[in-house]
């Protein structure tokens, strides 16, 4: 990791800048656009003010660093309104975001961002490529939740912000917290040091009972129901092997140390089928291939009532481990034998260790993230699961990282019309292996 | 429910018969859920007194004091999932109801679907259901008064231990630690998950896996010095639970040693358990870092009012933040 300590830097440029009119010199620095605030105060501004921003806002505002909540953000003024109210009781001295510096509709980010040395993207999915080259292009830290976008063209724009990103030494993390979990860090540093020997197979699960649902509401235009129903359109949530499924998919590439080459799969709507379902599966069951032959199989499905795991198994030429998000890590040699049991209690949070790590550097002046990249193609591993069983093709991860198709509305306003839209039952077109074109 | 757990249950009930309370004679019972194929078992406890704590124990067990209870039933074992589930999921009851779903349930607050697989790859069929916080658990309970008419809730701390200790005043019911192994599912033989529920022996009473498999929901709010205080010692104690944190928690789990499985043992629920759950606010149903925490129902021989029961179902919910 580059742990090159720029905050020297950054004074002498400080004094400097305090010399010179004008930025010319701003893009030699990492801290061009952060922390220009009178004091060495961290300015952050949340984009995407629902439950899970909310939450990372209260992670943020939790760490030792000096940070304070400048500006919010969202579509929709009741989030703001709810976001705000927990923000401001529980951290009062930290949370300065008068009316003036709450914006709401599609376009807030663009203002909210402005005002900030961080920016936390927390929105639903379909908006992160956005917004993440637009707090790139001012010049910002990031953290940004998983997923980073839903589509090739969005992950395409990902990965050029994400170069951009690393030029102007902007810190970035993606919440794929296992990246951050004790357990995790712990069993890949054995896995990495060859303990159960070279991988050649796996499984990854995210098979629940399924997430929320909001009803449709008289008066709502279809943009609305969509945005406040996001977890069943793709252009705002991925299918939910890419909103959820992404974190174990993350660790299979992890273990790996690589990416798949092609992913083939199945998937349906077996059991979530009525018109609160939008368009997305209910089921998807795929295989990652990657470029050394070994294969890892994926499975992630919202069935009530089932058998229910999420967790991740691979297999080695000397031995197997067992992972999950519930902090546990085991690792076997072929005779069975234990070589690591992580201890289940007393680990760190991993969603505000994220946090803590990411802005004990802001605050040191250190460029030590660059999360976006290996989280946009993990995104991606999922996105193409995604084409693989909307289309029961097999899927070349370059071929599909070309893909031209963009699921985003043309234009995004509350009056404007998504592209997929409810027949006169309120039923909208699902995707249809061997008819559905994806790419 | 199998074969197996009804023999021994038979057993249970002919060894039991039947408890008399002043007035009142309490049997054992089979509840059937109606419009289903589920069913559970209750075990009468007589009305009695007990010495409750420990003086061996941690500060918290201490004082020994004189405790006076009412009669009431408690579940033979540990809620299952089967049992658990159709609360959970409102199309899965649906679907899996002989006959239509009463309409009271409409009008029951579901739990949010949890986040993570919340068996943890430990097992569903006869496993006890777990890591429900507090309210989770007794809205579990006003979901199956509207399902059965029968008002069903936790027990109390209090209530917990007595049927527990079944009359024994020692640090287990059954005698001491080198048997427990006979009686319980811990860190010494659990291989560090849930097993099913009615596997080890039941106690003196007839119930089954109060000590180990998963620890329990009280009722009671956790005060570590409530032992002291006068209203401890009243008849049918309770510390009313009127804050979020913490909550009494008895009994151990599959993942505690011996020493925290003892009769008195008292454990507070603790808001780090929810540090898994990544929004604001956390939700009010699920404990993702407790799946040793489960839940057992019991009645009260003395139905209450209305008015009460509708007081204990919709306290108001206060947010997690």
């Not at chain 1, 089928?273 to 209910?282: A, H, L, V, W």
């Not at chain 2, 023999?7 to 049997?27: A, Y």
Request: net charge neutral; with cysteine.
């Amino acid at each position: 990791m580059n742990t090159d300590n720029l905050k020297d830097k950054r004074r002498e440029f400080i004094k400097a800048s305090a010399l010179l009119a004008g930025g010319m010199l701003f893009n030699q620095f990492s801290f061009a656009g952060g922390h220009s605030s009178a004091d060495d105060t961290i300015r952050i501004a949340l984009i995407g003010c629902g439950d899970r921003g909310t939450g990372a806002a209260f992670q943020a505002l939790s760490t030792t660093a000096n940070v304070k909540l400048v500006a919010m953000a969202d579509a929709f003024q009741d989030r703001m309104d709810s976001s705000y109210k927990a923000l401001s009781e529980k951290f009062k001295q930290k949370v300065d975001v008068p009316k003036e510096r709450m914006f709401t509709g599609f376009d807030a980010y663009l203002k909210a961002i402005a005002l900030a040395d961080v920016v936390l993207l927390t929105t639903p999915p379909g908006f992160r490529p956005l917004h993440f080259e637009e707090a790139v292009k001012q010049g910002k830290h990031i953290f940004m939740e998983k997923p980073v976008a839903v589509d090739a063209p969005g992950i395409r724009k990902v990965l050029a912000a994400a170069e951009i990103a690393k030029q102007k030494k902007l810190n970035v993390v993606v919440g794929l917290q296992r990246r951050y979990q004790t357990n995790y860090r712990e069993a890949l540093k054995r896995i990495q040091d060859g303990a159960i020997g070279e991988v050649f197979a796996g499984q990854v699960y995210w098979n629940s009972g399924g997430v929320w649902v909001k009803k449709r509401q008289p008066n709502q235009t279809e943009m609305e129901y969509q945005m406040r129903n996001w977890y069943y359109f793709n252009w705002l949530c991925g299918d939910h092997i890419v909103e959820q499924h992404v974190h174990n998919i993350d660790i299979a590439n992890w273990v790996k140390g690589s990416y798949p080459v092609s992913v083939q799969g199945t998937g349906s709507r077996a059991w979530r089928t009525g018109k609160d379902y939008g368009e997305i599966y209910d089921n998807h069951s795929v295989e990652l291939t990657y470029a050394d032959g070994s294969v890892i199989h994926s499975q992630c499905r919202h069935f009530e009532g089932t058998a229910n795991r999420v967790d991740e198994s691979f297999q080695g030429t000397k031995g197997k481990v067992f992972l999950s998000g519930g902090n546990q890590a085991i690792l076997w040699d072929h005779a069975g034998k234990e070589l690591y049991r992580h201890p289940a209690k007393g680990n760190a949070n991993p969603y505000q260790t994220e946090h803590d790590e990411l802005f004990a550097a802001i605050a040191k002046g250190e460029y030590k993230f660059w999360d976006a990249e290996r989280g946009a193609k993990s995104c991606f591993t999922s996105i193409i699961g995604r084409y693989a069983t909307y289309s029961g093709q097999t899927i070349r991860w370059d071929e599909a990282l070309r893909a031209e198709n963009s699921l985003m509305p043309d234009q995004l306003s509350w009056t404007a019309q998504p592209k997929v839209l409810p027949d006169e039952n309120g039923l909208y077109p699902i995707p249809m292996p061997g008819k559905t074109k994806v790419i | 429910m199998e074969r197996n757990k009804r023999r021994i249950l038979t057993l249970v009930l002919l060894i039991n018969s039947f408890f008399c309370t002043g007035q009142q004679k309490l049997e054992s019972y089979r509840q059937q859920i109606d419009g289903t194929p589920l069913s559970f078992t209750m075990q009468a406890v007589p009305a009695g007194e007990f010495q409750m704590g420990s003086s061996k124990g941690k500060a918290d067990e201490k004082p020994l004091h004189l405790v006076k209870l009412d009669a009431f039933w408690m579940a033979t074992f540990e809620l299952s999932w089967d049992l658990y589930e159709p609360f959970l999921y409102k199309d899965f009851e649906i679907s899996h109801s002989t006959s239509k779903v009463p309409e009271q349930v409409d009008a029951v607050t579901r739990p949010t679907k949890p986040y993570l697989d919340m068996t943890f790859g430990m097992g569903k069929e006869n496993h006890p259901a777990l890591a429900m916080t507090h309210y989770n658990a007794i809205q579990y309970c006003k979901w199956l008064y509207a399902r059965t008419g029968v008002f069903y809730r936790l027990p109390t701390e209090a209530e917990w231990e007595y049927a527990c200790r079944a009359g024994s005043a020692e640090e287990y019911a059954f005698g001491d630690e080198s048997q427990l192994g006979e009686y319980a599912w811990y860190k010494g033989n659990s291989g560090g998950k849930t097993h099913e529920t009615g596997k080890k022996k039941p106690n003196q009473w007839g119930i089954y896996d109060l000590y180990g498999n998963v620890a329990e929901w009280t009722y009671d709010q956790y005060l570590p010095g409530f032992y002291a205080l006068p209203k401890a010692s009243l008849r049918n104690p309770l510390a009313p639970p009127e804050q979020l944190y913490a909550h009494v928690i008895r009994g151990g789990s599959y993942d505690d040693e011996a020493k925290d499985l003892r009769s008195a043992a008292r454990l507070a629920s603790d808001p780090s358990w929810k540090q898994l759950d990544p929004q604001i606010p956390k939700s009010n149903w699920w404990f993702p870092e407790a799946p040793f925490i489960g839940m057992r129902l019991v009645r009260p021989a003395k139905a209450p009012s209305k008015a009460e029961i509708d007081a204990y179902y919709d306290q108001p919910v206060i947010p997690d933040y």
